[in-house]
């Protein structure tokens, strides 16, 4: 592969290599591509069929060693274009000889690339890479993350525990509103997700080098969609305006940047999961988390648990907030007619999706769904809050609650502080009913 070869000597050499998902999207379109180019009579079919069977072992990974190209090379991803042409081309080759016709040389680029440029390839291969993952791995990790986090909600509505702001103690809530909160976030997570990828799912194949499509034939680009439709089932379309969808990869950074909402909303989850977690005798200990034990919290002390997974998953939201950052600067690179940032937002996106995927996943089926909360500590922590001075001011008048709040001060607990102002045992159960309390808003 003569290209190749000069490629790993001018390109960075830095071991970074494309995710599968963006290989087989490459793969996808040479196979799609040289169907079209043979149904226009532009092709020999038996070279066609070879160009596709070799894509196809692409696709399934056979070959994936063989795609040894940087992800930090040229800007417009022509170095993974032509090491996919190339490729197919050597392996259509062989598929040929095999079936007797010795004489016949498959070619990368008269043959491979018929009808295509890097310039429509490159940024079509990797908007279909990053919505292929979105629907198959992200879309179904979030409504996971969202079932069991609406089924945790269910479990905890009468775990009453103090509610907290600036990690000071606030008036009371259930535990099963703090996790209906995060089901109602990633569901709208979900519904954003779902428009970027809409977005993302115009294709400018057939734009050729520039968006004019100088040396395809007008009806290529729309063919070659439907083939990927017809393998993908997601829907693509060739784009409005191939000029836009390949000069800018405006698309696939607004998609970024949901992926950059989504883990902030990990983060935020995970960083209370460690909170409630905390102890077990020198933290909050809220909740517990057996299947954390699976696993030594420490090489030095025994016995030692420590929230694993769930700080795993916030190491995954802060490298996809990390990568955001990046694909917004690579977003902005290039000038005219190409965005030159192909290869990394490629790279950056797709990892971003799997890592997200992974971290859900994990979440939903190792931390959320084995929760188990401390109703009796949690109970506690609730009815001992001053902060209840406020939900109970109304009932007693403000005097009184200031009475209260003095008790309160010198170290008296709000039961033994509201029977020193005067309050029966049965009146102090009425002022502390957490039930009504926690539901005076929804009115419940």
């Keep these: 592969m003569r290209y190749v070869e000069g490629a790993k000597r001018v390109f960075m050499d830095t071991g970074t290599r494309f995710p599968r998902k963006v290989i087989w ?47 930090f090379q040229t800007g ?26 010795r004489s016949v040389a498959v070619h990368p680029n008269d043959h491979v690339n018929m009808g295509q440029s890097s310039n429509d390839v490159g940024p079509s291969a990797i908007r279909i890479a990053a919505v292929a993952l979105c629907d198959a791995e992200l879309a179904p990790s979030i409504e996971k993350a969202s079932r069991s986090l609406s089924a945790l909600s269910k479990r905890t509505a009468v775990v009453y525990k103090a509610g907290r702001t600036h990690l000071r103690d606030a008036l009371p809530v259930t535990m099963g509103q703090e996790f209906a909160s995060y089901a109602d976030a990633f569901d709208h997570d979900l519904q954003l997700l779902r428009n970027a990828v ?6 400018p194949m057939g734009g050729t080098a520039v968006g004019t499509g100088m040396n395809t034939d007008p009806r290529f680009g729309a063919i070659v969609i439907r083939g990927i439709n017809s393998s993908t089932k997601l829907a693509f379309s060739e784009a409005k305006n191939k000029f836009r969808a390949m000069r800018l990869l405006s698309d696939l950074v607004a998609l970024s940047s949901i992926l950059n909402v989504i883990a902030l909303d990990v983060y935020r989850l995970c960083q209370d999961l460690r909170l409630m977690f905390s102890g077990p005798f020198t933290g909050l200990a809220e909740i517990d988390i057996p299947t954390q034990e699976e696993v030594p919290g420490s090489s030095i002390m025994p016995g030692k648990t420590n929230p694993v997974t769930v700080e795993a998953a916030m190491l995954v939201s802060a490298q996809v907030m990390g990568l955001n950052q990046a694909n917004q600067v690579a977003g902005m690179l290039g000038e005219f007619e190409l965005s030159m940032g192909v290869p990394l937002v490629g790279y950056n996106v797709t990892t971003q999706i799997t890592l997200l995927a992974e971290a859900l996943r994990k979440l939903s089926s190792v931390v959320l769904d084995h929760v188990v909360p401390n109703s009796k500590k949690n109970r506690t922590y609730a009815e001992t809050s001053p902060a209840l001075i406020t939900a109970i001011s109304p009932a007693m008048g403000y005097d009184k609650a200031s009475k209260v709040g003095k008790k309160l001060a010198r170290g008296l607990s709000i039961r033994d502080a509201l029977k020193q102002v005067g309050y029966s045992k049965r009146e102090v159960d009425d002022l502390l009913d957490l039930r009504r309390l926690v539901n005076q808003a929804t009115g419940k």
């Design 198 to 203: 809409n977005y993302s799912k115009e294709l």
């Design 25 to 71: 999207s490459v793969a996808l379109i040479k196979r799609e591509a040289a169907s079209a180019n043979s149904s226009l009579g532009k092709l020999d079919p038996k070279i066609a069929s070879a160009i596709g069977e070799a894509s196809t072992e692409i696709m399934q990974g056979k070959h994936d060693s063989k795609v040894v190209v940087d992800v």
């Design 76 to 101: 417009s991803g022509t170095g993974l274009n032509m090491n996919l042409n190339e490729l197919i081309a050597e392996r259509a080759t062989e598929l040929l000889r095999k079936n007797g016709r």
